[in-house]
């Protein structure tokens, strides 16, 4: 069974700190990691996708992938009680892209 | 605006009912999904077309039937409705699924809650 896993949290963190999820996935075979943000009584919105070992980043979020231990993980600088939201790790299973498998998610507050 | 619009966003109804639930996108992707998401959050895929053509087809009980006219536009029917429907169900889409960077990235619909009584 491929399975993706995140701590359930909740992750509290002050304002303006750095928040860190992370998740880690069984297929070893994965080739694209997606982050998503959901807010409560909302739909799921991608923050931020990653494809190559290494770290990408876009203004306040950066994506850090290692394939070799099978994690990828999400940091968020300068936390924003806007950022309060659960956050969901997704990942592909080899052979099939189009099929993603999810995480549960780590619900993140950010306390003024 | 260009976007995934799913109707209704409230259904409530009655043990045994039929109901359905419409989905559009005006994105111009391929591929579409149904997903459902219980009340422990757990976002799990149903069902997902390419170009009208079912590719993904998950563990789902025969109540649930997808139909989708064309590629903008992918319908869930559900028959006899029960206690453990109750929960979010999203549509979403891709563009054309593949290892190019890009692939897999879904726009979600702004879900249709669902609760059978």
């Known amino acids: 069974q491929k399975e993706v896993e995140q701590n359930s949290g909740p992750l509290s963190v002050p304002e303006g700190a750095i928040a860190s999820l992370n998740c880690t996935y069984s297929?070893?075979?994965?080739?694209?990691f997606f982050w998503y943000r959901q807010y409560s009584g909302k739909s799921p919105e991608l923050i931020m996708s990653i494809y190559s070992n290494g770290d990408k980043e876009d203004g306040r979020f950066t994506a850090q992938l290692n394939k070799a231990s099978q994690y990828v993980s999400l940091l968020i600088r300068d936390s924003q009680p806007s950022d309060s939201a659960t956050y969901l790790c997704a990942v592909n299973t080899a052979g099939n892209n189009r099929k993603l498998i999810w995480g549960l998610g780590t619900s993140l507050a950010v306390n003024p | 605006d260009t976007a995934v619009s799913q109707t209704p966003k409230y259904l409530v109804t009655q043990m045994g009912n039929d109901k359905s639930i419409k989905c559009e996108q005006n994105?111009?992707?391929?591929?579409m999904y149904w997903y459902k998401q219980d009340s422990k959050k757990f976002l799990k895929i149903m069902f997902s077309y390419n170009n009208k053509e079912l590719i993904i087809n998950e563990t789902v009980p025969n109540r649930f039937s997808p139909k989708s006219p064309d590629k903008a536009h992918l319908n869930l029917h559900i028959n006899s409705l029960e206690l453990g429907d109750s929960a979010v169900y999203f549509c979403?889409?891709?563009?054309?699924?593949?290892?190019?960077?890009?692939?897999?990235?879904?726009?979600f619909g702004a879900g249709s809650r669902l609760t059978v009584l």
């Open positions: 994105l111009g992707h391929d591929t």
């Open positions: 297929d070893r075979g994965s080739q694209s």
């Open positions: 979403a889409s891709s563009r054309k699924a593949g290892t190019y960077s890009g692939a897999n990235v879904l726009t």
